[in-house]
Each structure stands twice: as C-alpha cells, then as structure tokens.
C-alpha cells in the first residue's frame, strides 16, 4: 500500500524560506518521480516541478526557476521542497505527487501542506 | 507550454443525469490525458488516464474519450458523492499543465 505523507503546515514571514517534507512508504522511491503541485485558496492546480530520485534529475517550471529546490533522500525515503524568497502570493496548500512508468499519471498524492505567508 | 482547456467552468445537475465535461489542449497531445476529481479540503484523485482507462477502484459510471486536442469526462447516473471539480492534465510534456477545473454540483 503506497502512502505519501507531509509535514505540517506552516506560517512564514515575506521573503523567508520553506521546506515541505514528503515522505514515501511502499517501494516506491527507486521507481516513480516526485513531483510538486500547489493550488492557491479558491485556485486550481499548478505543477511546480518534480525530482527522480533513482536518477538525481530535477525539472523546475520556468514560472519557479531560481525560487525552488527539490531534493530526495533514498535513505528515508523522503523528497523535499524548498521555497525562497516568499511573497503573500505563494500562500497555497503545496501537494506532492507521484509518477511511474508510462502511461504517466499523478497516481498517488500526499495530504497536502498548507504555507501561509504572512507578516 | 501547452494550454489546457475545460468547459464548462461549472455546471449543476441532478441525481441519475449524465453530464459531460471537455478538456481541449493547445495542440496534439496523443492520449496523455489524465482526468482527476477534487472534494473540498482533499487531494486530487486519479479517475482516468491514457485518456480512456478508468484507473483502480473508481466507479464504472466514469468514463473518458478522446484523442489529440480534443477529450471528454462522461460521468453517467450521477451520484450525490460525485459532486466535487474536474481537472484535466497532459502528460504528454512538461511543464505538465491542468485545466482550470469544471465545478460539478448535485
């Protein structure tokens, strides 16, 4: 049984940093990419980009470059999103999201992780 | 990047109706259409992919169509639970794009 888990929500300052935590269980990790997608109150979706942990490959949306990192720890089965440089407009609830082997499709889904910024 | 489509915005129906929802890309995508369903204060959830294939465990009543630009959501015999918003995605490149959500009330 696959399960995504995510930190806690959070409240940052403008122009501070935040890391969400994804943590993976079923074996998972070595086959499937991570990918990041946050949806802004009342919004829709929006893909932020996604890391390959077996591989160390990152693809960032344009929209992000330079503002986000993603990285993966094999060991605990864990991938990370950093966000720099935060403005009130990146308040949103941050998902991440799985893909396997093609077809590819965002199969499973973390809980999903409130930032608030706020000063 | 390739532009994603969805119409209508919204629409109501009842219980026991047929309702469709269209998905329309910028250009060719093949059949990496995925569709996903969204309650309130929930994850998306994976309802089809590879534009026609109705993912595990969600009801036959789903259905989907469509190929290139062109992709449709059939829900039949609607239900009181499947009240909740529509999304499409392309997999077909990145950045993997969405639609901008069909809000389906019962």
């Known amino acids: 049984q696959v399960q995504l888990v995510q930190s806690g929500a959070v409240v940052k300052k403008p122009g501070s940093s935040a890391r969400v935590s994804c943590l993976a269980s079923?074996?998972?990790?070595?086959?499937?990419?991570f990918n990041w997608v946050r949806q802004a109150p009342g919004q829709g979706l929006e893909w932020m980009g996604k890391i390959v942990p077996v591989l160390g490959t990152v693809t960032n949306s344009q929209k992000f470059q330079g503002r986000v990192t993603f990285s993966a720890n094999e060991s605990t089965s864990t991938a990370y999103m950093e966000f720099n440089s935060l403005t009130s407009e990146d308040t949103a609830i941050y998902y991440c999201a799985t893909e396997g082997r093609p077809p590819q499709k965002f199969q499973y889904w973390g809980q999903g992780t409130l930032v608030t910024v706020s000063s | 990047d390739i532009q994603m489509t969805q119409s209508p915005s919204s629409l109501s129906a009842s219980v026991g109706d047929r309702v469709a929802i269209t998905c329309r890309a910028s250009q060719s995508i093949s059949d990496y259409l995925n569709w996903y369903q969204q309650k309130p204060g929930k994850a998306p959830r994976l309802l089809i992919y590879?534009?026609?294939s109705l993912q595990g465990g969600v009801p036959l009543r789903f259905s989907g169509s469509g190929s290139r630009t062109d992709f449709t959501l059939t829900i039949s015999n609607l239900q009181p639970e499947d009240s909740a918003t529509y999304y499409c995605?392309?997999?077909?490149?990145?950045?993997?794009?969405f639609g901008q959500g069909t809000k389906v009330e019962i």
């Open positions: 079923g074996d998972i990790f070595k086959t499937h990419s």
């Open positions: 995605q392309q997999s077909y490149s990145v950045p993997r794009t």
């Open positions: 590879a534009a026609s």
